[in-house]
């Protein structure tokens, strides 16, 4: 019944910016924290950036200053905002949100299928 539904993603140059969408759609009671991982080739999985339902962020050390998680509680979508992209930053991103149905009792992980984002001259 829940869903995570990512755009944004695509190929840019270095130094270039791109800005992630994650939308999540179906029967929500609400939608507690919300992130950002990414897999990069050859890579295990890695949490790139959260956000509270309040507001808090946190960034993982590589992406500090250069990326922004924001959310919009209203549209129940998360954004991650990347500027001053490098070639190390090329991976799968994927959304991923602490979820409470309409009608149960407790939270659930819920992830996007995730976007490709590729930083390449």
């Known amino acids: 019944q829940v869903q995570l539904v990512e755009s944004g993603g695509g190929l840019v140059q270095p130094g270039g910016s791109l800005r992630l969408s994650c939308a999540a759609s179906?029967?929500?009671?609400?939608?507690?924290?919300m992130g950002w991982y990414r897999q990069a080739p050859g890579k295990t999985r890695e949490l790139v950036a959260t956000?509270?339902?309040?507001?808090?962020?946190n960034y993982t050390t590589s992406v500090k200053g250069r990326f922004t998680i924001s959310r919009d509680n209203a549209k129940n979508t998360v954004y991650l905002q990347m500027n001053s992209l490098k070639p190390e930053d090329t991976a799968v991103y994927y959304c991923?949100?602490?979820?409470?149905?309409?009608?149960?009792?407790?939270?659930?992980?819920?992830w996007g299928q995730g976007t490709q984002v590729t930083v390449s001259s």
């Open positions: 991923h949100a602490d979820i409470r149905p309409l009608l149960f009792f407790r939270t659930y992980d819920y």
């Open positions: 179906g029967s929500i009671f609400g939608i507690y924290a």
């Open positions: 956000i509270t339902s309040g507001g808090s962020t």
